[in-house]
């Protein structure tokens, strides 16, 4: 199938096939297939059961079921004000159009994401090591506790880990791209297109992928990728904040280090 992991599909994910796009509309599927391997661009599929189908050419495939890699860890807290949403999270999770992210309900030491009561209002603690180890443990809001109020979180973050926890699985670029955070300075030089040339001041404060520093107001930072893969890239950044569980699109001004 043409589609892999720059797509979003992962092992375990399934697929209806159909004859052609329109069908789903108007037809039952052919039959289900499963991932069995992916690619960056191009993903194995296999039969669901022992059920063959013909295709006399080219199908469509519609995902209906997540696979294994986009699970949300969820816990939730023993409580009687969180058992109607306990009750409606674990009906929403045997649905399985294409729109979802698939929860798994856990022990709370395998969670990334707790739900708990505080005060009659929820609170979401957070679990994943990555982010506790910087001291950010619970997201800095309280919501009542609805089902209204909570499953837009949860859907939320579901979203969000599925988006950080993303990654070529080939690991073809693993080693060769280097990112540097650093203290900048802009001289009173011009490169050819007019753009003032910005050099680096001191050594790299990406230390073990962790940047960790005090901001100086009246210091310019810059983040300089370096591609020793050899290969053309066009990298887009990304800003996830656990605080919120946004994801912003960073704008990239490009400027010429020297």
Known sequence: MDGGTAHGITKGAEFAVYEDRESPQNTSPLGTLVVAETGVFTTTILLDDAAAFTLAGTGYALQVKAGEEEDLRLHIEMNDQLTPIFDALSQDMRR??????RISLVDKEKAELDIAISNDKVVF????????????????????????????VVRASAHYYWHLRRNNSKRALQGRIQLKFMQVQELDEYDDDYNPIIEPVGDDLNVAGVVDFVVEPDKMYGIKLVNNSGLDLYPSLFYFD????SISECSVLKEVYR
């Open 96 to 101: 399985t159009d294409t729109d979802r992210r």
């Open 125 to 152: 603690n957070i679990m994943n090591p990555q982010v506790t180890q910087f001291g950010l443990n619970k997201m800095p809001f309280r919501i009542q506790p609805t089902y209204d109020d909570v499953y837009p």
């Open 242 to 245: 656990n605080s919120n569980l």
